[in-house]
């Protein structure tokens, strides 16, 4: 016998064992497509349910945050033991080692409980300067007075108060203009 006619008995042994009774399967097929229907049927719901109670849940913080909301302050105005206005005189020999020799003279600061801070010299009774700001994260005090090109950066410094006088000792500070105005002498109450 050929390798070609023992191939084809071969084959057609093969495909006697094969049922070819489309019928027989259609409705197994028919059973397996829709158990895979309801299983894709109920996962979209549970997923449509999920983003349903997340943007319930997280939806009014999202949008208040897009929309700049009201940040909520590191503490009420009424606990910064800081706030207030304080006075400081820088001598000549101060305002020298800031670069800044015309520095020297009378300094204001005004803290306010929501972060916002003013500092400028004192001339002829006037409160010069634009607002800045600060934050206090414990002992620790950080700025941004006097930023710009000739104060760049932040300054971080440590506070301590006792009665009328306030305390700022250098942590770190890129201008020598703010660590002269701020920690060269104790600040005064007014």
Known sequence: MS????LREGLQRSMSAIATD??????DARRQGHRRVVIRRALTSAGVAAVVVL?????????????????EPISSPSTLPIVGDYVVRLS???AGGSG???A?????LKLQG???LQLAPLRNGNLGGGPSQFQLTGSGFITTALAGAACPGVGSYT??????TLTFSLVTDPCPLRVAIFSSHPWRAT
């Open 92 to 94: 000549p020999a101060d």
């Open 159 to 164: 506070w301590f108060r006792s009665g009328s």
């Open 22 to 27: 489309p019928d027989e399967h259609l409705e």
């Open 100 to 102: 800044v020799p015309h």
């Open 3 to 6: 390798i070609d006619s023992r």
């Open 55 to 71: 943007v319930a849940i997280l939806g009014p913080a999202v949008l208040g945050a897009l929309r700049g909301g009201q940040r």
């Open 104 to 108: 020297a003279g009378t300094w204001v």
């Open 114 to 116: 929501d972060g916002v």
